[in-house]
């Protein structure tokens, strides 16, 4: 404890002294942390929230089983997530998924070669090979919901309106296609994006990934801080002061990881250079909400059938078996946009109406009968701001992924969104840690054994 002096009167303020402090608990800050502590290094780690795990949340249902309500899979080839998983003593177990999801709009379910799959496939393909090619500058100030309204044919557009939607959070009249196919560019195709087996959703974890958040936090104990909001950065020659709601903190270099349109509530002084404050002014947090029903077993299973379905109707959005070995029933329900925030007007109750009696002409009244509910609107969490990773809004390439990472003093940038790989995942999460504890070390003249 310090005094501080201001004018005739005495201040007591609490001020705590680390070699480095990480503000955000999420899966970056964590790891981040880890790595500087197997290296003798002191670090600090700052959250606002009551819990740590920033994007990522597991919770156990009514049936025992753990689930997530964050970030939860294991994309194909990401070897860093299953590495982490197995060291803390996590399973694996691969998604249950069908050749292709189910469309079905209401009661009506298309066919996987129907005029509208195709026909929008012929799109989204059409997408995908200006992504491999320098995607036109003028495509910055034009969004996908312009762009979409060219494409011929209700439901084609409402389906890639839905998938769009569902993939990237975002609100499609504020994301440019010049990002959309940026993002595309950078995770390796669409395929990768949209596919389970061999893509971005392809396993989870037994045991819920968030619990590997919790885990990572109780390995640091007493120097992971909850409830610290970090309101302001002062940096000087010999490091820098964080100000936060319970107090000051002093370190000598300090790691941000919450990402940027969330950093710029922190007050810096002095200010950020401009090319730091773009990225914070001219990104935005994606809208998503998400829910898992909880079942006795996974009664869809029969025969051959599946659970895995984009909805077309309103709500729009994806659902995924996502049920662990041995059950019980997991469905988890992804809306996202602007349809993810109408959700928020219904409780809970016609939230799950709107959403489970979408499933009931196909895979029959017990959808409407779960013995457990979970979910989570990110876009109202004060903390994280939304899902899931931070967006470009159009006209600007500030805030395309990976986004830039380069120190400001002793100010290190960390996150998902600065990834070299696999930007906006878990896996990019988990990299960027890593990556940027190392650079801390270097600049604290060590070397990472």
């Given at each position: ?314 709500p729009g959005g994806a659902v995924f078996d996502t049920t662990p070995p041995g059950g019980p029933g997991h469905l988890c329900v992804l809306v996202a946009g602007a349809e993810a925030r109408e959700l928020d007007g219904m409780d809970v109750a016609g939230r799950r109406r709107a959403l489970l009696g979408q499933l009931v002409p196909h895979i029959g009244p017990q959808a409407l009968a779960p013995a457990g509910w979970h979910e989570k609107s990110w876009h109202l969490d004060e903390h994280v701001g939304g899902g899931y990773a931070a967006l470009a809004i159009p006209g600007t390439t500030d ?51």
């Amino acid at each position: 404890m310090r005094d501080e002096r201001e004018g005739t009167g005495v201040r007591e303020e609490r001020r705590t002294d680390t070699t480095v402090a990480v503000v955000g608990a999420g899966m970056s800050g964590l790891v981040a942390a880890r790595e500087l502590r197997r290296e003798g290094i002191d670090a600090l780690v700052l959250e606002s929230a009551d819990r740590p795990g920033g994007r990522m949340m597991a919770e156990t249902s009514v049936l025992g089983s753990r689930l997530d309500l964050g970030g939860q899979w294991v994309g194909h080839g990401h070897h860093r997530f299953a590495a982490l998983a197995a060291e803390l003593g996590a399973e694996l177990f691969p998604m249950r998924t069908p050749k292709r999801p189910g469309f079905v709009d209401g009661p009506r379910r298309l066919p996987a070669m129907s005029p509208t799959a195709l026909a929008a496939n012929a799109v989204l393909l059409g997408w995908e090979l200006r992504a491999r090619r320098a995607a036109p500058e003028k495509w910055a100030a034009q969004t996908v919901d312009s762009r979409l309204r060219r494409v011929p044919g209700r439901h084609v557009r409402r389906l890639l309106e839905v998938l769009v939607s569902v993939t990237t959070t975002a609100d499609l009249d504020r994301y440019s296609m010049h990002a959309f196919i940026e993002a595309v560019r950078h995770q390796g195709g669409l395929a990768a994006m949209l596919s389970t087996s061999g893509g971005a959703q392809e396993s989870l974890i037994t045991e819920g990934a968030g619990t590997l958040t919790e885990r990572l936090a109780a390995d640091l104990g007493e120097r992971v801080l909850t409830g610290r909001r970090v309101t302001s950065i002062h940096r000087d020659d010999d490091g820098v002061t964080l100000r936060t709601t319970a107090g000051a903190v002093r370190a000598v270099r300090a790691i941000i990881t919450v990402p940027p349109p969330m950093s710029a509530r922190i007050a810096y002084d002095p200010p950020l250079p401009p090319s730091r404050t773009a990225v914070e002014q001219h990104t935005y947090m994606g809208s998503v909400y998400k829910a898992i029903a909880v079942y006795e077993r996974p009664f869809w299973r029969q025969g051959k059938a599946h659970a895995e379905f984009m909805l077309l109707a309103h709500p729009g959005g994806a659902v995924f078996d996502t049920t662990p070995p041995g059950g019980p029933g997991h469905l988890c329900v992804l809306v996202a946009g602007a349809e993810a925030r109408e959700l928020d007007g219904m409780d809970v109750a016609g939230r799950r109406r709107a959403l489970l009696g979408q499933l009931v002409p196909h895979i029959g009244p017990q959808a409407l009968a779960p013995a457990g509910w979970h979910e989570k609107s990110w876009h109202l969490d004060e903390h994280v701001g939304g899902g899931y990773a931070a967006l470009a809004i159009p006209g600007t390439t500030d805030g395309y992924l990976p986004m830039p990472s380069e120190p400001v003093g002793a100010l290190h940038w960390g996150g998902t969104e600065t990834a070299n790989e696999h930007a906006g995942y878990i896996e990019g999460a988990i990299e960027s840690g890593v990556r940027v504890a190392r650079e801390v070390l270097r600049s604290l003249g060590r070397t990472a054994t």
